[in-house]
T-cell receptor, first 111, second 115 residues
Framework: GQQLNQSPQSMFIQEGEDVSMNCTSSSIFNTWLWYKQEPGEGPVLLIALYKAGELTSNGRLTAQFGITRKDSFLNISASIPSDVGIYFCAGQSAGSYQLTFGKGTKLSVIP | DTAVSQTPKYLVTQMGNDKSIKCEQNLGHDTMYWYKQDSKKFLKIMFSYNNKELIINETVPNRFSPKSPDKAHLNLHINSLELGDSAVYFC??????????????FGPGTRLTVL
C-alpha cells in the first residue's frame, strides 16, 4: 500500500521561531491536506492543496504541493504557544476514495 | 452550530458488551467516514459511505458494523467489545469521495475504553 513519511516526529521550539515539517509519499498524490489536532479534539483542516506547485497561506501558515506530486511541506512562521499540537499531512491519489495520513508531527512551543 | 458531531464523547464499557457511536453532519455532505486513532495517534480509515452506500471497507473485524440511515448520519455499532478496541474513534465528512471534494472535516471524537 501507499506509504506516507512525515518528519520530524516531534519538535521543541522557542516561541517566535519558524517551523518547517514535510511529508513524502511513495506514490503520486492529487490532493495534499494539512490538519492540526489539539488534545481531546478532532483534526482541524488548516490548508488544502489541489495542484502541483501550489503554494497556499493561511495566516502564519504556508503549505506547498511539491512539483513531483510526491511531497508537501508546511511552514509556521513566528510560532506562538497556541501552535502546540499534532500536525498531520494527508494525501489522496487518483482513483482512490481514501486519504492516507502521515504519522504526525508533535509540536511543542516553549514560551 | 457544530458541523460534525459525535455522541457520546466518552464511552467506558466492559469486555463483551455491544455499543454504538453516533455521528451527524450538518454540512450537506454526501460522504462520511469512520477512523480509528490508536494510542500512537495513527489515524486509520475504517469505513466510508457515499450517499448511504458503502465505498470503503478496510480490514476491520466484522464485529464493527457501520449503518447510514441517511446522508447526514453514519453510526458505528461494535459487538462483543475487546480490550484492543480501546481507542478514539473519529467521524468525518466530505462533499464527495474524490478529488477536491474529498476535503474531510472531522468530528470531536469518541474515546472508547474497554475494561
Amino acid at each position: 500500500g501507499q506509504q506516507l513519511n512525515q518528519s520530524p516526529q516531534s519538535m521543541f521550539i522557542q516561541e517566535g521561531e519558524d517551523v518547517s515539517m514535510n511529508c513524502t509519499s511513495s506514490s503520486i498524490f492529487n490532493t495534499w491536506l494539512w490538519y492540526k489536532q489539539e488534545p481531546g479534539e478532532g483534526p482541524v483542516l488548516l490548508i488544502a492543496l489541489y495542484k502541483a506547485g501550489e503554494l497556499t497561506s493561511n495566516g502564519r501558515l504556508t503549505a506547498q504541493f511539491g512539483i513531483t506530486r510526491k511531497d508537501s511541506f508546511l511552514n509556521i512562521s513566528a510560532s506562538i504557544p497556541s501552535d502546540v499540537g499534532i500536525y498531520f499531512c494527508a494525501g489522496q491519489s487518483a482513483g482512490s476514495y481514501q486519504l492516507t495520513f502521515g504519522k504526525g508531527t508533535k509540536l511543542s512551543v516553549i514560551p | 452550530d457544530t458541523a460534525v458531531s459525535q455522541t457520546p464523547k466518552y464511552l467506558v464499557t466492559q469486555m463483551g458488551n455491544d455499543k454504538s457511536i453516533k455521528c451527524e453532519q450538518n454540512l450537506g455532505h454526501d460522504t462520511m467516514y469512520w477512523y480509528k486513532q490508536d494510542s500512537k495517534k495513527f489515524l486509520k480509515i475504517m469505513f466510508s459511505y457515499n450517499n448511504k452506500e458503502l465505498i470503503i471497507n478496510e480490514t476491520v473485524p466484522n464485529r464493527f458494523s457501520p449503518k447510514s440511515p441517511d446522508k447526514a448520519h453514519l453510526n458505528l455499532h461494535i459487538n462483543s467489545l475487546e480490550l484492543g478496541d480501546s481507542a478514539v474513534y473519529f467521524c468525518a465528512s466530505s462533499q464527495g469521495p474524490g478529488g477536491y471534494t474529498n476535503t474531510q472535516y472531522f468530528g470531536p471524537g469518541t474515546r472508547l475504553t474497554v475494561l
